[in-house]
């Protein structure tokens, strides 16, 4: 007779796969001989499938922090996991296709390029992945009817609200499907009719399975994050209620 052992005895036991994990993370910049530390030992998991919020005041190292989620600059000393793959030592070839295929960027000027239609600024997010050319149109298409946009694909952005804005901008991060999206104070130029229509978007893709971190001052949207983070003088805390 085989006795099958259990895998796991307790199944609250199983890790959450983590999207991000964060190892005494330090960033410095040096300036003039004047060296500041915009994070001072970072050490947080962030865990796939979450929606975490960062706040704190100016200069408290959030957008630093952001920065280097996106892997678009390095730390002086720790590391980022993502997934398998350090951020801490990758090459730069490495990093490149970590913010082309696992990164989705929202800013908080949105970022889109005036003399582009909204499906053009969203197929732009899609270049550096090399798609075939039906591939592209279908996931640009897809992406507008998750902002709720597919009818606004020919307006350029001039021709668009702030709100619809920012969800091209959004659109344009999730169509090449990233593991997770950033985003850097995405309701900061807009009204609250305008960021509720944001955060229904952002709440919607959450609830498909996409990992958020979002910078925010803004209450409304921390209070409907999972978990709140705070970074206050390049340290992290645990603000969840
Ligand atoms: P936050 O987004 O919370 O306002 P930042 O991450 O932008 O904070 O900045 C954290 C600290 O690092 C601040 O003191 C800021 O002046 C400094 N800092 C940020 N980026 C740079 C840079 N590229 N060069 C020099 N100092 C920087
Ligand atoms: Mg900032």
Redesign the pocket.
Known sequence: MTIIEPIVADAAAIPTPAAYRLAGVTKT?T?KERV?R?LAGVDVEIAQGDFVTIQ??????????LQLLGALDQPTVGHILIGETDLATATARDLERVRAIEIGFVFQAFNLIPTLTAAENVDMGLEPLRLAKDERAARVTEALERVDLADRGDHRPGELSGGQQQRVAIARAIAKRPRVLLADEPTGNLDESMRDEILAVLEALNAEGLTLVV?THDSAVANRARRRLR?DQGSVRDITR
């Not at 704190?56 to 959030?62: A, E």
């Open positions: 910049y300036q500041i915009a704190g005041p100016t200069g408290g190292g959030k957008s630093t922090l910078v970074l």
